[in-house]
């Protein structure tokens, strides 16, 4: 158990629609990490989030968007779901941005658009 | 462009057996070089983590290398298991932001 937990586990949704996937980070981890993984793909980094604040954006759609919250939990929302956003969306928390804290991975949301 | 690549894609081996899986970068300003494992559907776990100092470490039955020279890192699997099979993710740690760069990984499969 790596400490973060992402909730939903699985998310089924309709094309057109709106969910948001939630991640509670380790106790004490001040960063935040979302990436998406397609099937048989390697994973793409969305964004990153450092106590609160935007830290680093990657290759997120602008139908996506993500916060961290006073608590440091973070939620990342999906919107106009499209047939290609069918993916494992995954989480990771570190306790610095200096370059050398480990980043720790969540089990996943797979979410899947029909 | 900061890329890391890693080879091979995917490969078979027979349970007891070893491998080595590489890595090379292209990533600058370099932090650190980690080796993780996926398994298939979950998220990954830490293996190593190797800073531009050290050459080699090892976890168990992994041994992971660094050439901060070649910029080319390789992990050694010995008497591969089972529970091996999983795909091995090589991920480049830039700059002082904890920018992850992700190779597309190497899925192995161990058969008995």
């Known amino acids: 158990d790596s400490g973060v937990t992402q909730t939903p586990k699985h998310l089924i949704t309709a094309t057109g629609q709106r969910v948001t996937l939630r991640c509670s980070p380790r106790?004490?981890?001040?960063?935040v990490y979302w990436y998406q993984q397609s099937l048989d793909q390697g994973l793409q980094f969305l964004i990153q989030?450092?106590?609160?604040?935007?830290?680093a954006k990657g290759n997120i759609l602008e139908r996506f968007s993500a916060q961290q919250f006073p608590d440091l939990h973070s939620e990342l929302n999906l919107s106009s779901l499209e047939l290609g956003d069918s993916a494992l969306y995954f989480c990771a928390s570190s306790l610095r941005v200096d370059g050398i804290s480990e980043a720790f991975f969540g089990q996943g949301t797979r979410l899947t658009v029909v | 462009k900061n890329q890391v690549e890693q080879s091979p894609q995917s490969l078979i081996i027979l349970e007891g057996k070893n491998c080595t899986l590489q890595?090379?970068?292209?990533?600058?300003?370099?932090?650190?070089l980690r080796w993780y494992k996926q398994d298939t559907g979950r998220g990954p776990v830490s293996l190593t983590i190797?800073?531009?100092?050290?050459n080699t470490k090892s976890n168990g039955r992994y041994t992971a290398t660094l050439d901060a020279d070649t910029k080319q890192s390789s992990l050694h699997i010995t008497a591969s298991q089972l529970s091996d099979s999983a795909s091995y993710i090589c991920v480049v740690i830039s700059g002082g932001y904890n920018k992850l760069i992700f190779g597309a990984g190497t899925r192995l499969a161990v058969h008995p």
């Open positions: 890595c090379n970068y292209t990533v600058s300003p370099f932090s650190n």
């Open positions: 106790s004490g981890d001040l960063s």
């Open positions: 190797m800073t531009f100092s050290e």
């Open positions: 989030y450092y106590n609160g604040e935007e830290r």
